[in-house]
């Protein structure tokens, strides 16, 4: 099943704010940054590292 990264970002905010109540700000940052980087040229380093 293919999942767009917008969605699959939607419902790890939903679900961390729901869950751990961390500030509006930080899920803001936390999300676009992650958007970001997956879509740049460190995606291959991050996917590394998590992998």
């Known amino acids: 099943m293919d999942v767009p990264?917008?969605?699959a970002a939607l419902v790890?905010?939903?679900l961390g704010i729901k869950l751990a109540?961390?500030?509006?700000w930080l899920v803001a940052l936390l999300l676009l940054g992650g958007y970001l980087i997956a879509d740049?040229?460190?995606s291959p380093t991050?996917?590394?590292l998590i992998n």
Request: glycine share 6%; no cysteine; proline share 12%.
């Open 21 to 24: 109540r961390p500030p509006w």
């Open 40 to 42: 740049s040229f460190l």
């Open 46 to 48: 991050v996917d590394t």
């Open 12 to 14: 790890v905010g939903v």
């Open 5 to 7: 990264l917008w969605l």
